[in-house]
């Protein structure tokens, strides 16, 4: 079984920065579709939002909300999942959650909402 662990959140201002990473073991990151979703606060978990996702082809989609800003890629060394969070606004914070599914390609990013490992989360919160 494979065990996602976030990190890398935090309190960053508005046009600001983060990097999320997402330590994967248990199994190769190669061996999945990866993405991240993201929680915000008040809503229910069945609510989250699916950001980015990659597939085993490195193949990469993004929600149109935060598409040119967010950038999602794989370490195959390192064994991690990542997320590069560039011009960071309010309507960006949330509980981010790491997800994982074994499969070959990923065509909508809408599919990583129901990818079924994930790990605790990592909290953003963007506010001057």
């Known amino acids: 079984e494979v065990q996602l662990v976030e990190s890398g959140g935090g309190l960053v201002q508005p046009g600001g920065s983060l990097r999320l990473s997402c330590a994967v073991s248990?199994?190769?990151?190669?061996?999945?579709?990866m993405g991240w979703v993201r929680q915000a606060p008040g809503e229910e978990r069945e609510a989250v939002e699916a950001?980015?996702?990659?597939?085993?082809?490195?193949?990469?989609v993004y929600a149109d909300s935060v598409n040119g800003r967010f950038t999602i890629s794989t370490d195959n060394v390192k064994n991690t999942l990542n997320l590069e969070m560039d011009n960071l606004s309010p309507e960006d914070t949330a509980m981010y959650y790491c997800?994982?599914?074994?499969?070959?390609?990923?065509?909508?990013?809408?599919?990583?909402?129901?990818?079924?490992?994930r790990g605790q989360g990592t909290q953003v919160t963007v506010s001057s």
């Open positions: 997800a994982a599914h074994r499969c070959q390609s990923l065509v909508v990013v809408s599919a990583v909402r129901w990818y079924g490992d």
């Open positions: 248990g199994d190769t990151v190669s061996n999945y579709c």
């Open positions: 950001v980015a996702g990659i597939d085993r082809d490195g193949d990469t």
